[in-house]
């Protein structure tokens, strides 16, 4: 990929910045370093290896859901200074 000022400009104005041109031609080292980088990557030799999305095995380690009794209704609303049977009732914030 070519990278030149007006893909610098471009990303200038993308990500809302104002570079100086110190700073953009310090960007411009930054990503042909970065692009070439990644090409590298594409050289290695990956004949054999899973293709994944995650780095482990274990992607989801979360316990079944299982129902259980919550705390009773009236407890938790005993010390409400407004309330209804069900309910906190608030002072209204949004008109």
Do not use: W
Request: aromatic content about 4%.
């Amino acid at each position: 990929m070519n990278i030149n000022n007006e893909l610098i400009t471009y990303l200038e104005d993308l990500s809302c910045l104002t570079l100086t041109e110190e700073e953009k031609r310090r960007l411009a080292v930054d990503l042909k370093d970065i692009l070439s980088g990644m090409a590298r990557l594409g050289e290695l030799d990956t004949q054999g290896v899973p293709e994944r999305s995650h780095p482990f095995d274990h992607v989801n380690c979360f316990r079944d859901d299982a129902a259980q009794a919550s705390m009773d209704r009236e407890l938790i609303l005993k010390n409400a200074p407004h309330r209804n049977n069900e309910m906190f009732i608030a002072p209204k914030t949004v008109e």
